[in-house]
């Protein structure tokens, strides 16, 4: 690969977990020269990871934008950015192409098809090999910034810093908590760690009599003791241990309640959630009755584990031995509302090292969601758990140090990612420049040349908003459906048009599409909604209607667009215009491992002749027909990998727009 860089840029990487790989990969992918420092040394990258997911790594969820953040409960508009920049989808392809083929589960959760965690940590060892990393096999006891950049443990001079050192859990993997005191020493802010995903203990025998026993399809609710109601509820499977309670609703309950530790909540466990107590009441009578000799415990066995009916017995005050006809109603009751609440008092957490990840971190007002660049200290970056950013079981949490180390290290590549010196001039010229104006960037071209993802790599790179234009005529789409409006009657089409409200907005730098008010989310990336986008694209009355809006969009914001009209119709007038192309016989090799990938195998000739006949019909159609600006600069992006198509395309926008490099 070619060097982008005016001297290519020494990156140091502190600490060689999950993040801090993926960010030592992605810079040196782009050309930096990469030194990761991590204790354990190469050999023992990423020791935390392979320990995941009970040895199977749960490494993503594979999940929309939505369903991520609302399982982020700290946080998760920081995390739009990085999430938007290297989403789940691309997580997964991103590992079966390093030979990791994936699997999902219930709930989303993705695992190696092996259900072996080696497997995920081979591959990211295999990456930083191959990409030409340095690993050290030390501490970074500490990082001074000086003039000419950032001074590791008073030896080498790097031009930026990540830091990814973990949380303060999981010490002997080397998670200890070391990096908040290097994030300190540089001046950031750090919210106090705290356990998170972490067992409960429980006051009490009951939980150690139990202990082994693990419950599958149980409500588990938590409640405050002073009666202020319940904080927590969800289903799932749970463990007693000697100590308390663990499994992944706890663990989950743990993060999703923030101060549980404090000894003020106790644990409700609904043992049959699928029925009610007066329907767990018939069903008791009917044994009963059926067999009124049995035994109490026997009649217990057919609702509960063997280990729990002796316990469970002497709490409903009932001997267990007794026979069935000499049970009274009150005393069957009774039962039946404990099936529906084991209760337990919750006395705290296990310590901190025992948890899967640590709540706090450094605080996330002092970093630019955008880059994962400080803004206090220009050239240091942070990515993984360090950051007060943390989610619920379910492979969330390592989807975040994916995202967080993908953007930390190809920002801290690219050029102008950093400032040499204590004083900062030149990262504060070029923020000033920034708010003086707005810039514009047109890439067009032809179905399967990469442009959403090259737009994506320009407009992270640059800090600029990436406009999904397909995402507009999605929402138009989706209102039709929901109308029961007939996207190829074009009268139809324009009669709607009069009667909704289509927004763009942008939070954290990503883009929502809002339709007559509401955030509509996922809902537009449904196939049935892809259908009725492609059809209404076609009308000039959409396309008029949309057109504006468009404009609008970059007239107020530095903005990023792919399409396949946006330099010859949206923005003619845009400060940079490159038209991607590639041969239809690469376009359609990607397209047709794409589908491979995805399980909808089809011929590579069909993948062809379709690629084809699309180039035919968007080159000759009436309506914004596919064709270069005049101005626009050819890009030829056949056989290319991503990382070679950013990498170019940044020379072009730096050629056009020198001063953005600087």
Not at 146 to 170: C, P
Not at 183 to 210: F, M, Q, R, W, Y
Not at 385 to 392: G, N, V
Not at 440 to 464: C, H, R, V
Request: charged residues 25%; glycine residues 12%; neutral net charge.
């Amino acid at each position: 690969m070619g060097d982008t860089f005016r001297g290519r840029p020494s990156v140091a990487v502190i600490g060689g977990g999950a993040a801090g790989c993926m960010a030592a990969v992605s810079a040196a992918e782009l050309g930096a020269s990469v030194t990761v420092f991590e204790r354990n040394g190469g050999h023992r990258l990423c020791r935390k990871l392979g320990l995941t997911g009970k040895g199977r790594c749960n490494l993503t969820n594979n999940c929309g934008r939505d369903t991520f953040m609302a399982n982020v409960p700290r946080n998760p508009r920081f995390l739009y950015s990085a999430f938007a920049a290297f989403p789940p989808e691309a997580v997964m392809a991103w590992f079966e192409k390093a030979g990791v083929p994936l699997k999902t589960e219930r709930g989303g959760r993705v695992f190696p098809v092996s259900d072996r965690a080696a497997d995920v940590v081979a591959a990211l060892k295999g990456a930083v090999r191959r990409s030409g990393c340095a690993v050290r096999g030390e501490d970074a006891v500490s990082v001074e910034r000086e003039e000419g950049g950032f001074r590791v443990n008073g030896g080498e001079l790097f031009d930026r810093v990540i830091i990814a050192t973990g949380g303060a859990s999981y010490a002997s993997t080397g998670s200890d908590g070391s990096g908040y005191a290097l994030a300190e020493s540089l001046g950031h802010g750090i919210v106090p760690p705290e356990p998170g995903l972490i067992p409960l203990t429980c006051a009490g025998s009951l939980c150690g009599e139990l202990q082994g026993l693990s419950l599958r399809n149980i409500e588990l609710r938590i409640v405050r003791k002073d009666g202020g109601g319940r904080v927590f509820e969800a289903f799932g499977e749970m463990l007693f241990t000697h100590f308390g309670i663990s499994g992944p609703v706890v663990l989950t309950a743990s993060s999703a309640v923030r101060d549980i530790g404090s000894g003020g909540y106790a644990a409700e466990i609904d043992l049959k959630p699928a029925l009610s107590a007066d329907e767990l009441d018939r069903r008791l009578v009917r044994e009963l009755s059926s067999s009124p000799n049995r035994s109490w415990s026997n009649v217990l066995s057919t609702l509960l584990p063997a280990k729990l009916v002796g316990p469970f017995a002497v709490l409903c005050g009932t001997a267990g031995d007794r026979r069935a006809n000499s049970v009274t109603r009150a005393e069957r009751r009774a039962a039946c509302e404990l099936l529906k609440c084991l209760r337990l008092d919750i006395t705290g957490t296990r310590p901190i090292n025992e948890a899967v990840i640590t709540r706090g971190g450094v605080d996330v007002s002092g970093i630019d969601p955008r880059t994962m660049e400080s803004k206090l200290v220009p050239g240091l970056y942070f990515a993984g758990e360090i950051i007060d950013a943390d989610a619920y079981t379910g492979g969330f949490n390592l989807q975040i140090a994916w995202s967080t180390g993908r953007l930390a290290g190809t920002a801290a590549a690219l050029p102008g990612g950093s400032v040499k010196g204590a004083g900062g001039s030149g990262r504060e010229k070029k923020v000033k420049r920034m708010k003086d104006r707005v810039y514009s960037i047109a890439i067009d071209g032809p179905s399967g040349a990469g442009k959403s993802t090259l737009a994506k790599g320009i407009a992270s790179a640059l800090g600029f908003s990436y406009v999904d234009t397909g995402a507009i005529y999605r929402t138009v789409g989706y209102a039709a459906r929901e109308r029961g409006v007939d996207p190829g009657d074009g009268a139809a089409v324009e009669a709607m048009l009069g009667q909704i409200s289509v927004e763009v907005k942008f939070d954290g730098g990503v883009q929502h599409m809002y339709l007559d008010g509401r955030d509509l989310g996922d809902a537009i990336r449904e196939n049935e909604i892809s259908a009725y986008a492609s059809k209404i694209s076609a009308l000039p009355a959409v396309r008029a209607f949309l057109l504006d809006a468009q404009r609008r969009i970059a007239a107020r914001n530095s903005v990023v667009m792919d399409g396949r009209d946006i330099g010859t119709v949206i923005l003619p007038g845009a400060d940079v215009k490159i038209f991607l192309s590639a041969s239809a016989g690469d376009r359609a090799r990607r397209r047709f491992e794409e589908l491979a990938e995805k399980g909808m195998p089809e011929t590579y000739e069909k993948v062809l002749s379709d690629i084809e006949e699309r180039d035919r019909r968007d080159s000759m159609r009436d309506v914004a027909p596919l064709r270069a600006a005049d101005d626009a600069v050819l890009l030829d992006n056949s056989g290319f990998e991503p990382a070679q198509s950013l990498e170019a395309g940044l020379r072009i926008v730096f050629e056009k727009l020198p001063e953005l490099e600087k």
